[in-house]
């Protein structure tokens, strides 16, 4: 495995330099919505082909937008813009993006208020609830100047959520994210799903339009919708506006509640807010780090190498003996991009990584210590070294570290863990002398005894003869 | 058809060596000089006196030497016929079907001597098999009876080294019929202890063919009985041999067979009590010499040692009950040895009391000691399946996976027929025989009659220790019918006696003496009407001619029976199952090995299959893959765990496939084809076991509806309809029968058409009958939906709330995702 390994990782460099920065692949479909006009967005697809995606655009109703052909994915990544589209070709309908999610296709999703029923029913299977299409996000605090309290400012210290490596520093610090006009959801239990951008405290959800003084029907539209008044309200931290959703196998998934987020009048504007200060938006940022992440170039962890060996030997075993000294070893590396824009794969340091011996339940659990002294090309090697369980079966090494913003890192092994051999147990065993002594004495004791009856009978027969013969 | 050799036996009015034994006779005995053993044969040249009738005419001047030589001869080649007829007989399957190993046992033992072949014996030895209890693993080489296996590999080693490379397969089937007539020879050599060579002929005859052997010892039934019946036989023969010899070299014999006994079969435990019992009673009996301790203690000594060197037995032989009565023994003959040297050294008769009140003592603290150290737990207590021997309730109350096995059972009484025939009519004649003469010998035959008589009314399975004394005493009463009939003798009317008498004025007491004395030589005597008189014998050819013909129809339709139970009963590999088309021909069922190769073809190496234990071997031996429970029922809970996910709905079940990494799940369903064997048969016995482990999650009541039936049609449960197995079997057989009601052809129900939906298992592979169904077992959803989700949304269903907003109440954390 190690060799293969070693031999393999060479050859992922090279392909990643003949491709782009992500980690799986370049090829983008972007499906477009007919009402919506590409571009108005032209500078993030701009900076989606300046970091080497190739983007192909289709329609929802495109015939030839496959996604799948023979079993293997048409494209790597899929922008869909298209929250309004009534119907889409049998090869985009919900249910095959799915499928081409679960063999591999990483999605961004831009939504809008608009969004339809269909669409909004499909979002639940991510256990994603949206609020009604008539409703959108209010804030009458936090606005830029100038414009309608629908394009709320989000202030990135206290709106957004740090999660791994989703957003840089460098947004979670810049100017406030413009979220126009767009639609609220609520993400569920579901604990594949990763929160990333909330809505402020200010903040509302309501129709946009001038409302009255008159305030039952401020609080008419403030409650939502108007039917089910019973029904909380959303606010802050409960109301995502951007959220990402990682797959068991790793497959990304983002949902952005505004698709106007990326127009080019949003893309790293000035914006006045109405406390007059000036900023620059931090949308174009956000965006880029959104979907560097959701195209697998950041927080990407691979697995390099796992092995195991027993103390003294160096290639794995299949069984181990009980009591055996095991040492395991994991190589993980973290994809990153280098500076000339090619793919690359760098040191992935951690500090609570844990390795458990496991059957039906963990029988040893211990912390995977990186090994500085190894000397691999890429990555970073972990290891644990821990004394078998006096216990015979079919073990599994296990390594399960699930942190959001980062790749799950699953790592099962299976080896066995067998009795000693026959010729392997101590020969002599302390404890038991007084048996061997007793065995031994009893042995001697009777060949003394058998030499002794054999002489002193022969004796008899004489004496008797002799007796007889008197 | 009555295979071929076994005529000669079964019709002794022929050419029989049935009246060799009267021949042997006509050499010593001057009153029967005359008698002639075969009609074909040449008069001996011995003078006829004239006070002796006989009831038919008689060759003469036969020399001694020629009957002697004439009756080796015969006896040889009947013995050789009779083991050919009881390895032809056994063939039936290997015929009719393939060269296949059978049923479920036998495929490990395939497995484990194809491991010890081809790997060699210390790997052998310390096989740990990671596919079977997955994932706990067996060390196969410690938890088996490897004389099987170790016989069958030094056979093909043998058959190697003499340049005949036979494939370990057959070497495996056919080992089987091959010592089926080693048995036949032993059990001859074993009669003849007790009687005469004709009754072992006979007896050998018998054990050839009689089904309640030739159930556990077909052609391919590779299973620890087929050597096992050998071995008992040997070793009784032996220690018989050692106790009548006092040889030290027999009981070394008897220790050595034992031993292989003990590495081959659990049921060695029969031998380690019946040898010490028979002791036992002989010391009661007051016939302890030292013959009998000479052979008991090289038995016991050479024997225990040796049967501990398996490791599977080690130190059982001093640390449980089943083993301490032989032990007990041991130390009562030393004591009694030891007392008789003392008795015959000091005469004094107070020194003599002293001396058996010592005997006496030691035998009750020993006896305490034994108690103390069971309680204590320095001794194990008998095991669970010997209490069900004394109370055939126990292990259903407290062992259900030993009640559910259908031939732990008692046994049906028609079953005695069933397999025995004739014989167990003559059976109680035969120990009545040894009743009568009552040497040593004759008491074990006693002994053992009595104890196989019970333990094989307790469970079926002890079918087969019975069967081997059954057929022994059967052919000593059969022999001495024949004897009594066949002997020409006749003897003088009670009116020439009476002429007798007056001639020469006897007393009636001196008559009685001289009739017991003739009894003391051992010679034939009748008892009742005919045995109160002074003479005895049967008058007339005709009465001759009516019984003898009826013993030998008896016999054929005894060869008949036999043949017929065993082609029609006993030869079924059930691996392999066969039916009649209406026009007689033969269709062949190969469902089982069909699904087992779909899935040594189709699924990773390393794909975990689950089913009920039953079928645990198979898939080892057949598809190659990891179990999680097999026949080898040693780990109750693990049983327990696969019956609570059979007999669990969906919900349950799947949390506990997913931590064994269950990968497929494996069904016998045999509503198809009317297969009654199949797993909702069975599946009563999953809730039990799994109740024994778990009674607040599963429980037996749920699955019976209100009027207490077993029900799989629209009566049944909601427990029953949502159980694992019940989905399973039934998943899509509506859909067979394209809108007519589905019928469930072994329980004669209609199962509803409603579809049954799966959310959590995929239908893999369903067999050609239906027979096997195997399930894939889904992985969790990537995105975290619930497996009734996914397959609703796959169904086209829509969601009109989302998962949490149903399931919101708890409104907990997210918790980490689980594996």
């Keep these: ?470 | 058809m009555a295979p071929k050799g076994k005529s000669p036996a079964a019709t002794p009015s022929k050419n029989t060596p049935i009246s060799t034994p009267l021949a042997k006779k006509a050499t010593e005995d001057p009153l029967a000089k005359a008698i002639i053993v075969e009609d074909e044969e040449i008069p001996s040249g011995t003078v006829t006196p004239k006070t002796i009738k006989l009831a038919y005419p008689l060759p003469e001047h036969i020399s001694s030497t020629t009957i002697n030589n004439t009756e080796s001869l015969l006896r040889f080649v009947i013995l050789a016929l009779i083991c050919g007829a009881a390895i032809g007989s056994r063939l039936f399957a290997v015929i009719r079907f393939e060269s296949v190993i059978h049923e479920f046992d036998p495929w490990f033992n395939f497995r484990a001597s194809k491991v010890l072949v081809n790997e060699g014996f210390y790997e052998f030895w310390n096989w740990f098999d990671p596919t079977a209890w997955y994932p706990l693993g067996r060390t196969v080489g410690t938890t088996l009876y490897p004389g099987l296996m170790v016989t069958a590999g030094l056979i093909w080693h043998f058959l190697r080294l003499i340049n005949m490379p036979v494939d370990i397969r057959n070497v495996c089937v056919m080992l089987a019929p091959g010592f089926a007539g080693l048995t036949a020879w032993t059990t001859y050599l074993f009669t003849k202890e007790m009687s005469t060579p004709a009754a072992g002929l006979l007896a050998a005859a018998f054990i050839g063919i009689a089904p309640g052997y030739i159930s556990r010892s077909v052609a391919g039934s590779y299973d620890n009985e087929a050597i096992a019946i050998f071995l008992l036989m040997a070793a009784f023969y032996t220690w018989i041999k050692a106790m009548k010899t006092g040889s030290a070299l027999w009981g070394m014999l008897t220790a050595l067979f034992y031993g292989w006994m003990v590495a081959a079969w659990g049921g060695y435990v029969f031998i380690t009590n019946m040898i010490p019992l028979h002791a036992f009673v002989l010391i009661l009996m007051g016939r302890f010499n030292n013959r009998l301790y000479t052979a008991y203690s090289s038995w016991y000594v050479i024997g225990t040692i040796s049967s501990m060197q398996v490791p599977f037995v080690e130190f059982l032989p001093i640390r449980t009950s089943e083993h301490m009565a032989a032990l007990g023994v041991f130390g009562l003959l030393q004591l009694i040895a030891f007392v008789e040297i003392v008795r015959r050294l000091v005469p004094g008769k107070q020194f003599q009391l002293l001396l058996r009140a010592f005997v006496v003592l030691v035998f009750v603290v020993s006896f305490a000691a034994l108690v103390v150290l069971t309680f204590s737990g320095w001794i194990a207590p008998f095991a669970g399946r010997f209490y069900s021997l004394w109370d055939t309730g126990y292990a259903k109350v407290h062992m259900p996976i030993i009640a559910s096995v259908s031939e732990h059972q008692p046994t049906a009484w028609p079953s005695f027929f069933f397999d025995l025939e004739m014989l167990i009519f003559f059976f109680p004649a035969g120990v009545f025989w040894c009743f009568k003469e009552l040497r040593d010998e004759q008491i074990f035959i006693i002994i053992y009659a009595t104890l196989s008589a019970y333990f094989a009314g307790v469970m079926v399975r002890l079918m087969l220790v019975i069967t081997p004394v059954v057929c022994v005493a059967a052919a000593i009463a059969f022999s001495k019918l024949l004897e009594a009939y066949i002997d020409p003798v006749i003897p003088e009317s009670e009116d020439e006696i009476e002429e007798a008498t007056a001639h020469q004025p006897m007393s009636k007491a001196k008559a009685k003496k001289i009739a017991a004395a003739r009894q003391n030589k051992g010679e034939f005597n009748f008892t009742g009407i005919l045995g109160g008189k002074g003479n005895k014998g049967i008058f007339g050819l005709d009465t001759r001619f009516a019984v003898v013909s009826v013993l030998s129809l008896f016999l054929f339709l005894f060869v008949y029976h036999c043949t017929w139970v065993t082609s029609s009963a006993y030869s079924s590999p059930s691996v392999v199952l066969a039916s009649r088309n209406p026009d007689g021909s033969q269709n062949i069922i190969d469902d089982f090995r069909e699904a087992y190769y779909w899935i040594r073809q189709n699924t990773e190496k390393d794909a975990v299959v689950m089913s009920w234990w039953d079928y645990g071997y198979q898939i080892a031996g057949m598809a190659d893959r990891p179990t999680l429970v097999d026949n080898n029922t040693w780990n109750n809970t693990h049983i327990a765990t696969v019956g609570k996910a059979m007999s669990s709905n969906e919900d349950v079940a799947y949390p506990i496939l997913r931590k064994h990494d269950v990968d497929y799940v494996l069904v016998i369903f045999g509503g198809l084809l009317g297969y009654s064997g199949d797993d909702i048969n069975k599946f009563l016995w999953m809730v039990r076991i799994a109740q024994g482990e778990w009674p607040d999650e599963v429980q037996e009541v749920n699955y019976f509806t209100q009027r207490g039936e077993y029900a799989v049609d629209e009566r049944a449960t909601p427990t029953m309809k949502n159980s694992l197995m019940y989905k399973m079997s039934y998943y899509r057989f509506h859909e067979l029968f394209g809108g007519h009601p589905a019928q469930d052809r072994v329980r004669g129900q209609t199962i509803p058409s409603t579809g049954i939906q799966l959310d959590t298992l995929d239908e893999a592979f369903t067999s050609e009958n239906w027979i096997v169904r195997i399930y894939k077992v889904k992985k969790e959803d990537p995105i975290g939906r619930e497996h009734k989700a996914v397959s609703s949304f796959e169904g086209g269903k829509k969601l009109k709330k989302s998962a949490s907003s149903i399931t919101a109440a708890s409104g907990g954390k997210k918790s980490r995702p689980n594996m």
């Design chain 1, 1 to 470: 495995m190690r060799v293969t390994s070693l031999l393999l990782a060479p050859i992922l460099t090279l392909i990643g330099l003949v491709q782009a920065r992500s980690s799986t692949g370049d090829r983008v479909l972007v499906v477009l919505e007919s009402s919506i006009k590409k571009d108005d967005y032209s500078k993030f697809w701009k900076s989606l082909q300046d970091r080497g995606f190739q983007l192909t655009f289709k329609e929802p109703k495109d015939k030839d937008a496959e996604l799948v052909k023979f079993g293997e994915l048409n494209y790597d990544h899929l922008v869909m813009f298209a929250p309004g589209a009534k119907s889409f070709s049998p090869s985009l309908s919900p249910k095959s993006i799915l499928h081409a999610q679960f063999a591999g296709l990483n999605t961004l999703y831009f939504l809008s208020p608009d969004l339809t029923e269909n669409n909004k029913e499909f979002f639940r299977e991510y256990d994603l609830e949206f609020i009604d299409s008539s409703n959108i996000l209010i804030d009458s605090f936090n606005y830029p100047i100038n414009s309608s309290p629908s394009d709320v400012l989000l202030s990135p210290t206290s709106s957004l959520l740090r999660n791994g490596e989703i957003i840089s520093p460098s947004t979670s610090s810049g100017g406030p994210i413009v979220y126009p006009s767009g639609t609220v959801f609520t993400t569920g239990e579901n604990p594949y799903l990763i929160d990333i951008l909330h809505a402020s405290k200010t903040s509302y959800i309501g129709q946009n339009k001038l409302l009255s003084s008159d305030e039952n029907e401020v609080e008419k539209s403030v409650s939502g919708n108007s039917k089910n008044a019973k029904e909380p309200i959303l606010n802050g931290k409960k109301a995502s506006l951007v959220s990402a959703l990682q797959t068991r196998d790793n497959v990304r998934v983002g949902f952005i509640g505004s698709g106007e987020m990326i127009k080019d009048i949003w893309w790293n504007k000035e914006i006045k807010t109405l406390d007059g200060k000036s900023h620059k938006s931090g949308n174009g940022q956000f965006i880029s780090d959104f979907s560097k992440w959701i195209f697998q170039e950041t927080g990407v962890v691979k697995i390099f190498d796992s092995t195991h060996h027993r103390e003294g030997e160096s290639e794995p075993r299949e069984l181990y003996t009980k009591k055996d000294e095991i040492t395991y070893s994991l190589t993980l590396a973290k994809h990153y991009t280098t500076s000339n824009g090619t793919s690359a794969w760098g040191p992935f340091e951690v500090d609570d990584l844990q390795l458990e011996f496991t059957m039906l339940d963990p029988h040893v659990r211990t912390s995977l210590k990186q090994d500085e002294s190894a000397s691999i090309n890429q990555g970073s090697n972990y290891k644990a070294k821990f004394i078998a369980p006096d216990r015979h079966g079919v073990f599994k090494f296990v390594v399960e570290y699930w942190r959001p913003g980062w790749s799950y890192i699953q790592s099962s092994t299976t080896a066995s863990v067998v009795p000693l051999r026959h010729d392997e147990y101590p020969r002599f065993i302390t404890g038991a002398w007084p048996y061997y002594i007793g065995a031994c004495s009893t042995s001697v004791t009777f060949l003394i005894f058998c030499a002794l009856w054999v002489s002193l009978a022969e004796g008899d027969k004489d004496r008797k003869g002799k007796k007889k013969a008197e």
